[in-house]
């Protein structure tokens, strides 16, 4: 299957699964720019975005549960579902006897937390994709658009004449946040590596067009300057290297690709390095790139809550705000039961993701992409808002249980 190509012939099927996936990745930040290019509330745009996911999640879970009789197998969706049970739960307790203390409506956590996070997943759980080709296709393709259209607003929101002046400035728009448009970037890099090094891509504008996802993407995570997205870029480039590299003979076809990769990036890589100290954001970033004020405290007033209640735990959000560390606000929600129900099923998907990335080199692009997801959760995350992190949680399971269509994409 072409990466540009739709699907031809034989027998038809629907990438409803697919599509959750997509969307649930990169729907928000294609979408982001809308309200503001219209003049227009953010939620008359973001709202039909999540009630489509919703919607196809619904439909795939009904359709699977209540006419085919298709229940998913395996004690990893028995706990997904109970974990959610409990939040859900919370969410009704908390709402009830310490409304003063949410940070947002009931409906507001429901909707992100059970709507967007849980029920896609469970949907993706229900009825896992099998088209590899078509998500690393439209994941990349809308990621790389989505990155462009948010850095012409921010350019023509801050009237930026040259692009110089452009990235030194740490940037956003009012509809999507330094961190995410970092993540934004940071996964389009990663993707576009990935994706030019495959030896299908032959096709020299395909070799263009990757190259391009890649430098857009740096544009993003640099006038982002968030720590979050550095540090997944940091801590995933070596996997990523180690993924392209191994198994691979040093043909001279694979020799050009990567002098041809090399020259491309390092006139880009040069002038950013001579100019490292304009850099508002790489000084951000430098300064402390594991030290942030407000973090370190919110941590430490997550671990004095947990520590206040061990056992019942202190609610979804008792501070007011989340904790930005997943792990600790699962520990939050009802002490050790939530806390080490939550690990768990983390680490059984981080388990599936090395064993894909390890044995599964043609889909190790979505072990990268969780492991991604894991990282940004972990410095700048909340259960009920980290839709990706559940998504590609579940992908990396149901991926090495049941088979995927070959990506052949090039």
């Given at each position: 299957?072409?990466?540009f ?14 599509i ?17 290019l ?88 229900i ?6 080709w ?11 658009f ?40 940071v ?17 020299f504008?395909?070799?263009?067009y ?22 997944s ?48 954001g ?16 919110l ?101 090495n ?10």
């Open positions: 299957m072409k990466l190509e739709f699907h031809k012939g034989g027998h038809r099927r629907g990438y409803l699964s697919e959750v996936v997509v969307l649930t990745l990169v729907g928000y930040q294609a979408i982001a720019p809308i309200s503001l219209l003049d227009v509330p953010n939620r008359f745009i973001s709202i039909p975005l999540r009630a489509t996911i919703l919607g196809l999640a619904l439909f795939i879970i009904f359709k699977r549960l209540f006419i085919k009789k298709n229940m998913p197998s395996g004690l990893m969706w028995f706990f997904l579902s109970l974990f959610w049970g409990l939040y859900f739960g919370r969410m009704i307790l908390d709402s009830i006897f310490s409304p003063e203390v949410l940070r947002l409506s009931l409906g507001e956590y429901i909707l992100s937390g059970i709507g967007i996070c849980f029920l896609p997943a469970l949907a993706i759980a009825s896992p994709p099998k088209a590899i078509f998500l690393l296709r439209w994941v990349l393709i809308i990621g790389f989505a990155v462009i259209f948010n850095l012409l607003l921010i350019q023509k929101q801050g009237s930026v004449d040259d692009l110089m002046s452009l990235l030194v400035k740490r940037q956003a728009t009012e509809t999507l946040s330094t961190i995410s448009l970092g993540d934004l970037g996964m389009v890099v990663l993707l576009g590596i990935w994706a030019i090094f495959q030896q299908s891509y032959s096709h504008l395909k070799k263009i990757f190259a391009c996802t890649i430098m857009v993407g740096l544009m993003a995570a640099i006038i982002a300057g968030s720590r979050g997205p550095v540090l870029l940091l801590v995933l480039l070596p996997l990523l290297a180690y993924e392209l590299f191994r198994n691979q003979r040093m043909t001279f076809d694979y020799l050009i690709k990567l002098i041809w990769s090399i020259v491309l990036v390092l006139p880009a890589v040069s002038y950013l390095l001579i100019h490292i100290h304009e850099f508002e790489f000084n951000r970033i430098q300064s402390g790139l594991f030290s942030d004020d407000i973090r370190v405290r941590l430490q007033l997550g671990l004095d809550s947990f520590y206040s209640h061990p056992l019942l735990g202190s609610g979804i959000e008792p501070l007011g705000f989340y904790p930005h560390n997943v792990i600790l606000e699962s520990f939050m929600l009802y002490g050790v039961i939530s806390g080490f129900l939550f690990v768990g099923l983390l680490g059984y998907a981080t388990y599936c993701a090395f064993w894909r990335y390890l044995y599964t080199p043609e889909s190790a692009w979505i072990s990268i992409l969780f492991f991604q997801a894991v990282i940004i959760s972990m410095v700048s995350g909340s259960l009920y808002g980290s839709a990706s992190m559940w998504s590609l949680m579940v992908l990396v399971v149901v991926a249980k049941g088979s995927m269509e070959s990506i052949d994409v090039g």
